[in-house]
């Protein structure tokens, strides 16, 4: 199993999703920012890792939102969401396709990768 993270970024109302690569598995879906962590890494470190890799901005890692497990034709992976906040930089498009800010009522306008259905509908209950 893979162990995966991944950052839920609120901004008042909206919170961060990005569009995977074209050139990458479950390419163009929706998801939240974040990716594999390495040996040696902290959930936390990992998740601050990526995002500086993929966004070019600095994390501030809170909580657990949530974790589950998915498995996909090609690889099964134990994801885990922290609540998060951008603590420096604007959040720059350098390895996904699109980043958008959405509220929750927004959720059924974007094909989102499949791990991450669990973690939209706590969101839409939650935060509705």
């Given at each position: 199993?893979?162990?995966?993270?991944?950052?839920?970024?609120?901004?008042?109302?909206?919170?961060m999703i990005c569009?995977?690569?074209?050139?990458?598995?479950?390419?163009?879906?929706?998801?939240?920012?974040?990716?594999?962590?390495?040996?040696?890494?902290?959930?936390?470190?990992?998740?601050?890792?990526?995002?500086?890799?993929?966004?070019?901005?600095?994390?501030s890692v809170g909580?657990?939102?949530?974790?589950?497990?998915?498995?996909?034709?090609?690889?099964?992976?134990?994801?885990?969401?922290?609540?998060?906040?951008?603590?420096?930089?604007?959040?720059?498009?350098?390895?996904?396709?699109?980043?958008?800010?959405?509220?929750p009522d927004e959720?059924?306008?974007?094909?989102?990768?499949?791990?991450?259905?669990?973690?939209?509908?706590?969101?839409?209950?939650?935060?509705?």
């Amino acid at each position: 199993m893979t162990e995966v993270v991944a950052a839920l970024i609120w901004d008042k109302d909206k919170f961060m999703i990005c569009q995977r690569p074209a050139n990458k598995a479950r390419a163009l879906l929706w998801e939240f920012v974040g990716g594999k962590v390495e040996l040696g890494e902290t959930k936390q470190q990992a998740l601050i890792r990526e995002c500086q890799e993929e966004l070019a901005v600095t994390l501030s890692v809170g909580d657990v939102f949530m974790d589950v497990v998915h498995e996909y034709p090609d690889i099964t992976v134990h994801l885990t969401l922290f609540n998060a906040t951008i603590a420096e930089g604007i959040p720059l498009k350098i390895e996904h396709n699109d980043i958008r800010w959405i509220t929750p009522d927004e959720i059924p306008f974007y094909e989102f990768c499949p791990a991450d259905e669990e973690i939209l509908e706590k969101i839409i209950s939650k935060y509705r």
